[in-house]
């Protein structure tokens, strides 16, 4: 609800340009991101992650490693 008359919204968009238009979200293409594994912004965070499984869950040695696909980090069990 807007509390401004119609006339006032109208001189705001003229005199600082601001113009509406309604998009069709049908024609935007979403981020698909490239790597199809979880990702972590950084080490640290993917080091938390792989302390938290060892100390719930029964998996195998875990390591955190930089894709060099998508930049970002991801687990692997698989030792290097």
């Not at 049908?26 to 992650?49: G, R």
């Not at 100390?55 to 390591?63: F, H, I, S, T, Y």
Request: aromatic letters at 12%; glycine letters at 2%; charged letters at 30%.
């Amino acid at each position: 609800m807007s509390y401004f008359s119609g006339d006032f919204e109208r001189s705001i968009i003229r005199k600082y340009k601001v113009a509406y238009k309604t998009s069709n979200f049908k024609s935007l293409d979403p981020i698909v991101p490239s790597c199809n594994k979880k990702m972590y912004n950084s080490l640290e965070d993917a080091q938390d992650i792989i302390r938290y499984i060892k100390e719930n869950r029964a998996v195998r040695d875990l390591e955190a490693y930089e894709c060099t696909t998508c930049g970002m980090w991801h687990l692997t069990s698989k030792s290097k």
